[in-house]
């Protein structure tokens, strides 16, 4: 990885684009930074030490900690992720919107682009008051802050930062390495890395966790590394032969070739799916105040109740996800226009079984490395008092997110140095 960023520097127009990436990674952590008006930052930050584990929690790690701070990127990219999967999974439920992302070539995935920005907005409108009154709710506002134009205030600062990271996004995607959106989610990530290993080191070296719990903390986390790196390339690799075919006095097709599926084809989307379900009851309790048995129980995430909920969620939406991605029926019609069959398998409906059927199996292997993903640290925390002073209760996911991004960024790089014709690069 390090050898393609460095053949790439050597490339001035890759250059150019790596530098234009790293400036807006920059404006973003600057505005990560900037609170907004008319709010008591100190005693949000404490308020939000008791939701680490919540689904708001979850929303502070991926807005990089500036969420617990109330700056103006507070909302992250997440009104952005929620309006790109609605729309998604509504063109696949509405004809007319599946018609315009399928029919109309690159002005349908133009105009689908923009329902997504007034999607994001109107979410992120949503979501910038009901953060507004959790703040209020809280008194956590500065004496100034309780009037209405200081909500306004608030509420459309939330909002233009979320459009305002949007048009980011965009820009790195046009102008710079990679998906932008990506490439903002793995900052806010990462930018969290320095304070946590800080933390553990103070931890060790105060006594508070014992230095080999620490190393086998980071044997294990290069462990799950390493089974991402192999689990994200791995695809099962279907035959299929196309007939020939006699056109004049040329012969065309006889070449034989395959239909690649991806083992985890619905990336990390199942785990942050599950993870705001599994954790929503355990919110409403604390956001309530209550404080009964039975919501204590609920709210703990080290119970075997709430990891195998987890689990289960994760396999639920890893095959959900994975049905709207991948059409077997479609497949099998493409391949039956375009003369080709999978060996042993008729065209049409026994093509489209067998393909149904790898794929059922793909997406449960898919989902049980999810699961082992997501499930081992909160396991860990389980038995081990010294995993829950680390805070590693988000790992997993965190670590999927930054090891996904960052090799989607060298094949990104690599594809452009091909596309020069660059040699060497590979060697």
């Avoid at 790439?8 to 008006?37: M, S």
């Avoid at 599946?98 to 997504?116: F, H, L, N, Y």
């Avoid at 100034?144 to 459309?156: F, L, N």
Wanted: some cysteine.
């Amino acid at each position: 990885m390090f050898k393609t960023f460095a053949n790439a520097w050597k490339i001035q127009e890759i250059r150019k684009k790596i530098l234009f990436t790293l400036f807006i990674i920059l404006l973003y952590r600057v505005g990560n930074a900037v609170p907004v008006p008319f709010v008591n930052v100190a005693s949000l930050q404490n308020y939000f030490e008791s939701l680490q584990n919540t689904v708001l929690g979850l929303y502070n790690v991926m807005s990089g900690g500036a969420f617990s701070q109330a700056t103006i990127f507070a909302l992250s990219i997440q009104p952005y992720i929620n309006s790109s999967i609605i729309i998604q999974l509504l063109c696949v439920a509405i004809p007319a919107l599946e018609r315009m992302s399928k029919d109309e070539g690159e002005e349908g995935r133009k105009k689908i682009a923009s329902i997504t920005r007034y999607a994001t907005v109107g979410i992120a409108l949503i979501q910038g008051f009901a953060y507004y009154m959790l703040i209020k709710s809280g008194s956590l506002l500065t004496a100034d802050g309780t009037g209405v134009w200081a909500a306004i205030i608030i509420v459309a600062t939330f909002v233009a930062g979320s459009a305002l990271i949007m048009w980011l996004g965009e820009q790195i995607t046009e102008f710079g390495i990679g998906n932008g959106i990506s490439i903002i989610l793995f900052a806010s990530i990462v930018s969290r890395f320095p304070s946590s290993i800080i933390s553990t080191v103070t931890n060790v070296a105060g006594g508070t966790v014992a230095w080999w719990a620490a190393a086998l903390t980071f044997l294990g986390a290069l462990a799950i590394i390493v089974l991402i790196v192999f689990v994200n390339d791995a695809e099962r690799r279907i035959p299929v032969q196309y007939a020939k075919r006699v056109v004049g006095r040329k012969m065309y097709g006889g070449q034989s070739t395959h239909l690649p599926m991806k083992v985890n084809m619905s990336g990390v989307m199942p785990i942050i799916f599950a993870q705001s379900i599994a954790t929503l009851p355990g919110t409403i309790a604390q956001l309530a105040g209550w404080h009964g048995s039975f919501w204590t129980y609920i709210s703990k995430q080290t119970t075997w109740t709430f990891i195998i909920g987890y689990a289960l969620l994760i396999v639920f939406f890893g095959y959900f996800y994975s049905t709207i991605q991948f059409n077997p029926i479609e497949i099998s019609n493409n391949l039956r226009k375009n003369g080709g069959f999978v060996p042993g398998y008729r065209p049409g409906k026994p093509t489209s079984e067998f393909i149904q059927r790898v794929l059922n199996k793909i997406t449960l292997f898919g989902s049980v490395y999810l699961c082992i993903i997501a499930t081992v640290p909160y396991i860990v925390s389980k038995y081990s008092e010294t995993a829950s002073t680390l805070g590693i209760s988000l790992g997993g996911t965190s670590i999927i997110i930054v090891v996904g991004v960052a090799l989607e960024t060298v094949q990104a790089l690599e594809s452009q140095m091909l596309m020069r014709h660059y040699k060497g690069f590979l060697e």
